[in-house]
């Protein structure tokens, strides 16, 4: 089944604790990114990537980074999470930037105490 | 900057049909997309502009103009089911989202 998992689905750490959300998918998208979404502002784009080892920021990208070694796999980094980054997280692929569709990972909540 | 305003809610019922605009501000971008999320759900993909004019796609349509930079979604025959969130978006390197437009379905 063609899809996009993000790993965990929920998590509750503390301020500063590392932590990485993961995102996989299985279609051979070149295309991946990262959104977060907040009551009243919508999805916004965290970090993108258009192909292995090319990443760009979006319009949030401050305090979270990413890489793409794989192509399958665009990993969330936050080094030190602080509370003004809970929220619920979506990772999301396409066959490319400009193609018209955009598969969403099932999304993973996050709450920084 | 890049900005895309729509309603933040719509109602209507059953059976009949909604009109949802979105209007931006930004230019050199591929197309306009439109995605609905459930509570609780991740978006899911509806529609998808590259030109001016109208796409169908069953009961979804949704049309672009560009020189107004101005689109909708036009849901037709609603149903209780269509009681969700609609985003439209503009398809650049990034993909810009709008705020979302809540729409409730009553019997």
């Known amino acids: 089944e063609a899809q996009v998992t993000q790993n965990p689905r929920y998590l509750i750490t503390v301020t500063g604790k590392k932590l990485t959300v993961t995102c996989s998918q299985n279609m051979n998208h070149e295309y991946m990114s990262w959104y977060r979404q907040d009551p009243g502002l919508g999805l916004r784009q965290i970090y993108y990537?258009?192909?292995?080892?090319?990443?760009d920021k979006g319009d949030v990208p401050e305090g979270y980074k990413v890489s793409r070694k794989e192509k399958r796999n665009f990993p969330l980094i936050l080094e030190s999470p602080s509370p003004n980054q809970t929220s619920l997280y979506f990772c999301?692929?396409?066959?490319?930037?400009?193609?018209?569709?955009?598969?969403f990972g099932p999304g993973t909540r996050l709450t920084v105490l | 900057g890049q900005s895309l305003e729509q309603p933040s809610e719509v109602t209507a019922v059953e059976g009949a049909i909604v009109q949802i605009n979105c209007t931006y501000q930004?230019?050199?971008?591929?197309?306009l997309s439109w995605y609905q999320q459930h509570d609780g759900g991740a978006p899911t993909f509806l529609s998808y502009n590259a030109l001016d004019g109208l796409e169908e796609t069953g009961r979804f349509s949704s049309f672009l103009s560009r020189s107004d930079s101005y689109g909708y979604l036009l849901l037709q025959e609603l149903q209780m089911k269509d009681s969700a969130s609609y985003f439209c978006a503009v398809n650049t390197d990034k993909l810009i989202f709008g705020t979302g437009t809540r729409l409730q379905v009553f019997p």
């Open positions: 930004t230019s050199g971008f591929y197309g």
């Open positions: 999301a692929s396409s066959p490319g930037q400009n193609t018209d569709t955009q598969y």
């Open positions: 990537s258009m192909n292995v080892e090319v990443t």
